[in-house]
Structures are given as C-alpha cells and as structure tokens.
C-alpha cells in the first residue's frame, strides 16, 4: 500500500517572530497554504489513495472557518484518496472545534480520544486523537493488533519517549510497549523534525510542512511511503520505501560572523550587511570569536538591511586569560575556577555560564 504521511501543518498561525519583520508573517502563511496545496496536488499526480495527517493541522486558538473551507475544498479534489486525521494539542476534537461541527468531505476520516480501528482491504488502520490541549492518559496497553497477517498502521499525535516534564504533557508514547504491539508504521506527529532517515522501528515522524523557526533549520515537506506484506512459507516479508518530497519553499538557517578583527560598531554593521545570503533563506546571524567592542543586539537588529535576517545573537567572548585568572589568589581567581567548573558539570548551559563569567569579570574590573 502506498501514502502520504504529513503532520503540524499549523494553518493559521501567527508567525509572531516574522509579524516583527513588516509583512513576512502575511507571506509565510500564504506559504503554508501553498505548501499544502502542493502535498494535495502530488497525491493527485500519483494517485496515492491514503493520506494520513498526524495531528496539528490547524490553530484551534486562530482557525478561521474560510481556512477551513479551503482545506475541505482541496480535499474535494482528491474524492478517490481516503483522509485519516488523529487532531493533535493544536487542533484537538473539541465539542466547538471544526472537527465536530464542520460538514466535512465524505473521504475524511476523523479521529477522537476513543482508539479507533478502521478496517480495509489490505490495511487495518488505528487511531486517536488529542480531545484537550494536553494528554496525559492514553493508555498504550489497550492497544491489540487484530489480524497481523494484514498490514496494520497506527495515526496518532504525541511525544515518543518524552524525557522533559513539558512533553509529558502532550500525550507520552513509550517505544518499547509500542513495538511490543507489532504495527508495521506508526504515523507520528508533534516533532516538527522527521526521523525518517535513522529510525529502525517504523516509528516516524514526517517533521512539519514548513520550518517555523531556527529550531527547525532544513528543509521540510511530506513523506511519500509504501509498504508491502505478504505471507511466504509462514513467514511475514515485509518492505518499506519512505521517499521524502520538499514543499517548503523557505529554509531557516543560522550562519556565523566572526568578529574578532573588529574594532567599531560601524565595521560591524558593514560586515553584516555584507554578507551574501539567499533570498529563499532566513537567516539567524551569530556572532562569535572574541570582541574587541561592546555588542548591542537590539540596535544592530534596527540598522541590518536585510529582511532575511530575522535574528542576531552574541556569542562572542571577552579577551580574557582564563587559565591565568583561575590560578589567582584571590576572590576573582576563586569565582573563575567555579565558573570553569560549572561549564565542566552543565555543558547545555554553556552560553548562559559563559555570559555570566563575563558579566562577573566586568564588575572585578
């Protein structure tokens, strides 16, 4: 069986972070919408018959019913492909929710907080949905594959072995009891990354149809799958083709300055505005190596030329000798060994530590 795999499209966001770039949060979200236009017209072009939507299709909090319309109204456009919706913590099947009070075409299907099973020819295809902007008590156990010897397929929207106490709250998913169940693809969404290329268990997030933000640097699009299962001398064969196709027409990328031969603010603005990029880019500037100047981000954000930039940010350091002020004798030398210690026990924080070394060294001086 052949279909499509997508998830957080998120139509209808705000773009906060563009909205402070003039009109760029109004063109990403025409962006979006041509996005998914596109997945819609390359399910048309193949004639894919699945396309299954793992969550966060839309912005509860923004959704507008005209947005709404247009989705429904390209889903019109491929009548023979049958829809799978599991709604996510950014569209859940609320009681007002457009989940619930929408007519929606006849090929959709729509998932709720009850785990479904919709049985096909070749596939059986399992189900559930976020009903809260916060889940916390799927119960993964009551998972039963019924006919194994059919291809079985689980659409579901969640975080797959959360370690953080914010992701727990999105619908935790543990691998080893979700292996234990035996489907042949889990059809993940809430990581706006995919995982398509190093995941062993078939346990795969699509990542998001278009980047939202430099956490999200690559490029992003739909993933094209096709599996096979057939019985041979009473053993399962089984293959999987995972092709991913690029909508995101836009990519965020970080590129870092080093200032270190800078001697003025003026230089530096001049070094910025210099730097080639590409139009079809965003861009996160870092500045890195060590200052000779005093770096104020908020004007430099106010005198860059381009639009693409949407973002500095000072890693540069002090031009301090580190090892020689740690062997002093002294209260400076007592907080730099600490310091040093604490970059040595909490690499994560490495920037925070560093920038209060920094702060704490200027109030020695």
Same mark, same amino acid.
């Given at each position: 069986?052949?279909?499509?795999?997508?998830?957080?499209i998120?139509?209808?966001?705000?773009?906060?972070?563009?909205?402070?770039?003039?009109?760029?949060?109004?063109?990403?979200?025409?962006?979006?919408?041509?996005?998914?236009?596109?997945?819609?017209e390359?399910?048309?072009?193949?004639?894919?018959?699945?396309?299954?939507?793992s969550?966060?299709?839309?912005?509860?909090?923004?959704?507008?019913?005209?947005?709404?319309?247009?989705?429904?109204?390209?889903?019109?456009?491929?009548?023979?492909?049958?829809?799978?919706?599991?709604?996510?913590?950014?569209?859940?099947?609320?009681?007002?929710?457009?989940?619930?009070?929408?007519?929606?075409?006849?090929?959709?299907?729509?998932?709720?907080?009850?785990?479904?099973? !919709?049985?096909?020819?070749?596939?059986?295809?399992?189900?559930?949905?976020?009903?809260?902007?916060?889940?916390?008590?799927?119960?993964?156990?009551?998972?039963?594959?019924?006919?194994?010897?059919?291809i079985?397929?689980?659409?579901?929207?969640?975080?797959?072995?959360?370690?953080?106490?914010?992701?727990?709250?999105?619908?935790?998913?543990?691998?080893?009891?979700?292996?234990?169940?035996?489907?042949?693809?889990?059809?993940?969404?809430?990581?706006?990354?995919?995982?398509?290329?190093?995941?062993?268990?078939?346990?795969?997030?699509?990542?998001?149809?278009?980047?939202?933000?430099?956490?999200?640097?690559?490029?992003?699009?739909?993933?094209?799958?096709?599996?096979?299962?057939?019985?041979?001398?009473?053993?399962?064969?089984?293959?999987?083709? !995972?092709?991913?196709?690029?909508?995101?027409?836009?990519?965020?990328?970080?590129k870092?300055?080093?200032?270190?031969?800078i001697n003025?603010?003026?230089?530096?603005?001049?070094?910025i505005?210099?730097?080639?990029?590409?139009?079809?880019?965003?861009?996160?500037? !870092?500045?890195?190596?060590?200052?000779?100047?005093?770096?104020?981000?908020?004007?430099?954000?106010?005198?860059?030329?381009?639009?693409?930039?949407?973002?500095?940010? #000072?890693?540069?350091?002090?031009?301090? #000798?580190?090892?020689?002020?740690?062997?002093?004798?002294?209260?400076?030398?007592?907080?730099?060994?600490?310091?040093?210690?604490?970059?040595? #026990?909490?690499?994560?924080?490495?920037?925070?530590?560093?920038?209060?070394?920094? !702060?704490?060294?200027?109030?020695? #001086?």
């Amino acid at each position: 069986m052949r279909f499509i795999h997508m998830a957080d499209i998120h139509l209808d966001t705000p773009f906060s972070v563009l909205a402070l770039k003039g009109n760029l949060s109004d063109i990403r979200r025409l962006e979006q919408r041509e996005a998914f236009k596109k997945a819609i017209e390359y399910i048309s072009k193949e004639n894919i018959p699945f396309l299954f939507i793992s969550g966060d299709l839309y912005e509860q909090e923004y959704i507008r019913e005209s947005t709404i319309e247009y989705i429904n109204n390209l889903f019109k456009e491929i009548p023979k492909t049958k829809i799978f919706i599991s709604p996510g913590n950014h569209d859940p099947f609320l009681n007002n929710s457009f989940y619930n009070k929408f007519n929606w075409n006849n090929n959709v299907k729509i998932f709720n907080s009850e785990i479904e099973k !919709i049985e096909l020819e070749e596939v059986d295809i399992y189900g559930y949905g976020f009903s809260d902007f916060y889940c916390t008590d799927f119960k993964i156990e009551e998972l039963k594959i019924k006919n194994k010897n059919k291809i079985n397929i689980l659409i579901i929207h969640g975080s797959l072995d959360a370690s953080k106490t914010l992701d727990m709250q999105y619908n935790p998913i543990n691998s080893v009891k979700l292996k234990q169940i035996g489907f042949d693809y889990v059809a993940l969404g809430h990581i706006h990354k995919t995982n398509y290329n190093n995941n062993k268990n078939n346990f795969i997030y699509p990542g998001s149809l278009i980047s939202f933000g430099f956490d999200e640097l690559g490029e992003h699009g739909i993933l094209d799958v096709e599996i096979n299962k057939n019985k041979l001398i009473n053993e399962k064969i089984k293959s999987e083709k !995972i092709n991913f196709i690029k909508l995101d027409n836009k990519i965020f990328e970080e590129k870092n300055i080093d200032i270190s031969l800078i001697n003025s603010e003026e230089e530096l603005i001049e070094k910025i505005n210099k730097t080639k990029l590409e139009s079809n880019k965003f861009y996160k500037i !870092i500045l890195e190596g060590t200052k000779n100047i005093e770096i104020n981000i908020p004007k430099l954000c106010k005198l860059t030329t381009s639009e693409n930039i949407l973002k500095l940010k #000072d890693k540069t350091e002090e031009k301090y #000798d580190i090892e020689s002020l740690a062997n002093q004798k002294n209260l400076k030398g007592i907080f730099v060994k600490k310091m040093l210690q604490r970059l040595k #026990d909490n690499s994560e924080e490495k920037d925070e530590i560093k920038k209060a070394m920094e !702060i704490g060294l200027k109030l020695f #001086d």
